[in-house]
């Protein structure tokens, strides 16, 4: 009895445990089902999309942690591969480190002292100085800046990056343009060896320059010397005024490579490290320009031989031409582009060629002037184009051959240029030619 009741006791037992058993591979299939499956999603994206996979793993950055231990590793020899660090990429910043090194024994910081104002002894206002920048021209010595960077200087401090100092004749000036010419004298109190050899910089086509080209401009801003800072052509053929002076500088670069208060006069660079402009003011917010090399490789060997440079001159003050000012125009055509003819500078060229300018009648009523559509036969839309063509064509004595538009029809005006007069100097907001 008692033995018919163990075996049937382990027959039960056994069949509980055989349930159980089953159970439990049942489970342990579908775990291994769920497994196979997993691996095989997991192999088919490493394999089927590897750049999905690389995305994910570096999409976080180390952490600055991490970074840090790494270094200390590696100052202990240690390799250590949980978290490994990326070197940034520095294709750009070569370039940027070679033009530097390449450029900045060429640079240099100008420092002129500001004469005193008032009758009053100051002693605050003593020993106060100016600082711009400048770079090598030639091997003769002779140094670019700024016609504002001088100001009515004579003589100018120059200092190299290298600590190196020199006095400086200030030789020529053009403020039409901004541009003053130094040269190296000299004195007991230089510490630039006689004979060293200087390192011009190589002035470069600016005409060939593109809207985002890179740029770099080095020099002094607030003192701060061999300062670089880098950026793009923003825009080329800018008609911008010349500091103090009523006339504009044409065809000029602006970038947003930063130019502060001590940049003035200093190089714009292209990335092979030759001069594409010389950085002479700007806006904040980025609105920086230069004067294009071309206008200086034109201007400044004249400047060298002769002590000046004569500009040639039309006479009269323009606008490119607006809606608003073609309403005010007489029986104009539709799409008509060109140069609205403000005033008139008696007795100048362009008097003397017959160009009408804008007239007042006695009810105060605006009547627009002569349109210029075409300068010797190539058409113009803009005042800038104008003043770039007549400065980088023309000298004084020159003929030209307006093409205006007047009372519905286009008729031809021969001009002769003349020199540019100081005395006709004065500010306007449309500016002269």
Known sequence: MCNYN??????????????????????????????????????????????????????QPPHLQQGLQNDYDSELGQANTSSPVFPLPRTNNSVFNDVFKQTQGSVVQITRTVPQTGIAVDPSQENRTALGSGFVFDQEGHIITNNHVVANSKVVDVTFTNGDRSRANVTAVDPYIDIAVLKI????????????????????????????????????????AGTMTTGIVSQVGRLVPAPGI?????????????????????????TQGRVVGVTFGGFPGGVNFAIPSNLVQKIVPTLIAEGNYTHPYLGFTGATLTSDLAASIANITQNLKGVSVNTIVQAGPADKAGLNGTTIDQYGRKHGGDVIVAVDGDKIREFEQLVSYIEGNKSPGDKVVLSVFRNGSVIDLDAVLEKRPISSIQQNSTGQS
Request: proline share 5%; net charge negative.
């Open 6 to 59: 163990n075996n049937e006791s382990n027959r039960e037992t056994g069949k509980i445990t055989f349930d159980e058993i089953g159970k439990a591979i049942t489970g342990c299939k579908s775990t291994i089902f769920l497994c196979a499956t997993s691996l095989a999603l997991a192999f088919l994206l490493i394999h089927l999309s590897p750049e999905l996979v690389d995305s994910i793993a570096y999409a």
């Open 185 to 224: 004298i000299e004195t007991e109190n230089n510490t630039l060896e006689q004979g060293q050899r200087l390192n011009a910089l190589q002035l470069a086509n600016s005409s060939a320059l593109q809207v985002g080209d890179p740029v770099i401009a080095i020099g002094n801003p607030y003192g701060l």
């Open 246 to 270: 009523g006339f504009s500088i044409p065809d000029v670069i602006q970038t947003d490579a930063a130019v502060n208060p001590g940049n003035s006069g200093g190089p714009l660079l292209d």
